[in-house]
């Protein structure tokens, strides 16, 4: 979410001091960790059971899109 609204976040004085809208930290850095962790997350979820890896895409969903 904060690689999706860094635009908005640097217009936002509240916000405008976060890592990623400020320039502190590079945004692909952001979305390259956000994507490793999601994988992770993903094949071990996976791997304990098939259910899970199937219900792990909807967590990964509402974290990255809602919040």
């Known amino acids: 979410n904060r690689y999706l609204d860094r635009d908005i976040d640097k ?3 509240r916000t405008e ?3 990623i809208p400020s320039g502190k ?3 692909s ?3 390259f960790w956000s994507l490793t ?3 992770i997350f ?3 979820s996976f791997y304990w059971k098939d259910i ?3 219900l792990s895409l909807i967590v990964l969903f ?3 899109f809602l919040f």
């Open 11 to 13: 217009n936002n004085s």
């Open 17 to 19: 001091m976060r890592k």
């Open 25 to 27: 930290l590079p945004a």
């Open 29 to 31: 850095f952001g979305l």
């Open 37 to 39: 962790f999601g994988i």
């Open 42 to 44: 993903f094949g071990i």
């Open 52 to 54: 899970l890896g199937y």
């Open 62 to 64: 509402i974290l990255g």
